[in-house]
């Protein structure tokens, strides 16, 4: 007679439920202790600002963290309890699940960077392996270069994402920073983006942004401009001085002259980059669509495209450098120096200098990009499993990489400032770019190369702290949030 065998699916059934009756005291016992640490004042409650403090160094924005309280919040009363709490994290750690087994394709619970290549692949969204390697990277705790669960969801945990497509459009989000010196665009966008116009509200953002950044940072931009067009000997003193000298002969209201055509020149120069750069990448492409660009296609693409946008824009240029130096007075608004400048000196003028403003963009642009992506890869890898940086991380970053290039391409940003101003002042001799240079190395040695480059620095942080500032919330105004979605009702499933 055959042994009874009925028990062994009742042990492991039994089995079973105490795994799953370990694994729910495991969870509540985490959920526990994040609420604990979350709940500040020990109320019982955690609200909007406890979870800005308790979460300040994941990244998170506050559009982001409202959505957390928004989808936790079943009463309504603004705050989270704890059963409030366990049940958003219990469900949000569900779809997270999904998200990691759909990724896992062979099923052997961990990530490798090609498993994120292919799943991304399969949305439509291209990266490289490299690429996929450096996301991967900024999960991998243990320095496994692959991502198991419990990787997965605490770098995920309080991301409001729903879908892999909301991992891809994470993964993939960019800042448009902007100190008034070269206009960066974002890249990598899908077409999905494209055609719903989420681009545009992007652009429209980055570009209200940077004019809060100009205007907020003119008086330092007109110093500069001053100081680079008129040598030590014509205008000596240090910045205080300098501003005395602006304040005396025009008043509080000088210190803005030439912004208003600095700020008016954003939207079509981010416009006109961000056509020319997406019609030199489908050319790079050429019959391969899927191809993903590489780093050195990606630089000539945006050098090219920034070339073309300065070309189309440079006569605005011109005109900011006159209106900059021109004293009480002398032109009434931006349409009355166009017309003097056109009569005294003919169509020509509104180029002058262009040769050297076209080649500072490669070496600006290079090294800041460059200097960006090697801070903020070196930060990530330094904090493996970390969300991504902060605020002040990205500011740093931002500030010491456009610094760096600044370094590279102000000598010709001077020549370019003094060829422009050159026309304005009757009699003046009009040098080449080469003998420019010659001149000011022969009269002011080396260091007139970098003439104003004091007030040009000190602006650099201040900038790009209020550029990253108001970018982010004018995107939340627009309906895009930072992990790149549409607000409102238009999320996604």
Not at 69 to 78: I, L, M
Not at 84 to 98: C, R, S
Not at 105 to 117: M, R, S
Not at 302 to 319: C, F, R
Request: charged content about 25%; glycine content about 8%; hydrophobic content about 40%.
């Amino acid at each position: 007679m055959r042994p009874p065998w009925t028990w062994f699916p009742s042990a492991h059934c039994q089995d079973s439920r105490d795994s799953q009756d370990s694994r729910d005291s495991r969870d509540s016992q985490r959920w526990a202790e994040l609420f604990d640490q979350l709940d500040l004042n020990k109320d019982g409650h955690i609200d909007i600002i406890e979870l800005r403090t308790g979460l300040a160094g994941r990244g998170l924005s506050r559009a982001s963290l409202e959505k957390i309280v928004e989808a936790g919040d079943t009463n309504h009363d603004g705050v989270l309890d704890f059963q409030e709490f366990t049940q958003f994290l219990g469900a949000h750690e569900k779809d997270l699940k999904l998200m990691f087994r759909s990724l896992d394709k062979n099923n052997d619970g961990q990530i490798d960077a090609a498993e994120i290549q292919h799943s991304l692949h399969t949305i439509g969204v291209e990266v490289s392996l490299e690429d996929a390697t450096r996301i991967l990277q900024r999960m991998d705790k243990d320095g496994t270069m692959t991502i198991d669960w419990n990787e997965w969801r605490d770098f995920f945990l309080f991301k409001p994402l729903t879908n892999i497509e909301d991992v891809a459009r994470y993964w993939k989000r960019s800042m448009m920073l902007d100190i008034g010196e070269q206009l960066t665009v974002p890249d990598d966008f899908t077409e999905e983006e494209k055609k719903s116009g989420y681009v545009w509200r992007q652009l429209m953002a980055g570009a209200f942004a940077g004019s809060v950044s100009r205007t907020g940072t003119a008086p330092l931009d007109r110093l500069k401009v001053f100081r680079q067009v008129h040598g030590f000997a014509d205008f000596k003193g240090n910045v205080l001085s300098s501003f005395r000298y602006m304040l005396k002969e025009g008043g509080l209201r000088s210190l803005w002259r030439g912004n208003g055509i600095n700020v008016l020149k954003i939207a079509p120069e981010t416009a006109i980059k961000f056509t020319a750069y997406e019609k030199i990448k489908n050319v790079m492409h050429s019959n391969n669509e899927t191809r993903n660009l590489r780093v050195h296609e990606r630089f000539v693409a945006g050098s090219l495209a920034g070339a073309t946008a300065q070309t189309a824009i440079y006569p605005m240029e011109v005109l900011k450098t006159r209106l900059t130096l021109g004293k009480t007075g002398q032109y009434s608004g931006i349409a009355v120096c166009a017309k003097q400048i056109l009569q005294r000196e003919g169509i020509a003028a509104f180029y002058k200098g262009y040769v050297p403003n076209l080649l500072s963009i490669v070496p600006y642009a290079g090294i800041d990009l460059a200097v960006y992506e090697t801070l903020k890869f070196t930060w990530l890898s330094r904090n493996r499993g970390l969300a991504d940086p902060g605020v002040m991380v990205l500011v740093g970053c931002g500030a010491v990489s456009s610094t760096c290039g600044q370094l590279a391409s102000y000598p010709l940003a001077l020549i370019r400032t003094r060829m422009q101003a050159q026309a304005s002042v009757k009699g003046a001799p009009k040098p080449s770019m080469l003998a420019s240079l010659r001149s000011i190395v022969t009269q002011e040695g080396v260091a007139g190369l970098y003439r104003g480059i004091s007030p040009n620095l000190l602006k650099v942080i201040p900038a790009v702290s209020v550029s990253y500032v108001v970018y982010e919330y004018t995107r939340i105004v627009l309906g895009v949030d930072i992990e790149g979605r549409r607000g409102g009702g238009e999320k996604k499933a």
